[in-house]
T-cell receptor
Framework: EAEVAQSPRYKITEKSQAVAFWCDPISGHATLYWYRQILGQGPELLVQFQDESVVDDSQLPKDRFSAERLKGVDSTLKIQPAELGDSAMYLC???????????????FGPGTRLTVL | GENVEQHPSTLSVQEGDSAVIKCTYSDSASNYFPWYKQELGKGPQLIIDIRSNVGEKKDQRIAVTLNKTAKHFSLHITETQPEDSAVYFC?????????????FGQGTELSVKP
């Protein structure tokens, strides 16, 4: 069964350091999402890609976060510099591309748990 | 923007009992309501969904109801089993032409005791 792959699964870093997370979506899924899930809360969308283009990054803290999907397949989310408040689970999801008013299920990866000390 | 409130935050039931989780949403334009199950160490997985033109949907032991007037929707699990123990999230989205984003509730930690 096809799955969304993420690495690393766990990351511990000190504040002010740079961290990067990688996501490989399900083959054929043109839409890719990065979510942040703080402990005890639901996921919150950070950025959405359609192929290599950003569709929505309104909740991405652009002063320290960046995301790219250069070839429209895998994606990297970077934080520089990391702050204590960035400790959370970072989830990647993918779906088939939307056509008009259709909605396609988002498939989530296992996430990367980030701890900032 | 949309806001989704979910209750209760924790729920403990005996195996075989029913469990009900309730959500309210604020944006009357929301038209799609999925429910996700998240097991420890895993990402959320879609278990059932409902669209705004439907009042109820059932899939084996799981059912979802939607009250558009009151802006409420609920997840019902019957004959609970220990493997139902997980965190459950409701979500809402307003689907417009190639747009819209999921807004999640805060989650309910369900514990089913044997």
């Amino acid at each position: 069964e096809a799955e969304v792959a993420q690495s690393p699964r766990y990351k511990i870093t000190e504040k002010s350091q740079a961290v990067a997370f990688w996501c490989d979506p399900i083959s054929g899924h043109a839409t890719l999402y990065w979510y942040r899930q703080i402990l005890g809360q639901g996921p919150e969308l950070l950025v959405q890609f359609q192929d290599e283009s950003v569709v929505d990054d309104s909740q991405l803290p652009k002063d320290r976060f960046s995301a790219e999907r250069l070839k429209g397949v895998d994606s990297t989310l970077k934080i520089q510099p990391a702050e204590l408040g960035d400790s959370a689970m970072y989830l990647c999801a993918s779906s088939l591309p939307r056509r008009g008013y259709s909605y396609n299920e988002q498939f989530f990866g296992p996430g990367t748990r980030l701890t900032v000390l | 923007g949309e806001n989704v409130e979910q209750h209760p935050s924790t729920l403990s039931v005996q195996e075989g009992d029913s469990a009900v989780i309730k959500c309210t949403y604020s944006d009357s334009a929301s038209n799609y309501f999925p429910w996700y199950k998240q097991e420890l160490g895993k990402g959320p997985q879609l278990i059932i969904d409902i669209r705004s033109n439907v009042g109820e949907k059932k899939d084996q032991r799981i059912a979802v109801t939607l009250n558009k007037t009151a802006k409420h929707f609920s997840l019902h699990i019957t004959e609970t089993q220990p493997e139902d123990s997980a965190v459950y999230f409701c979500a809402a989205i307003t689907i417009y032409n190639q747009g819209g984003k999921l807004i999640f509730g805060q989650g309910t930690e369900l514990s089913v005791k044997p």
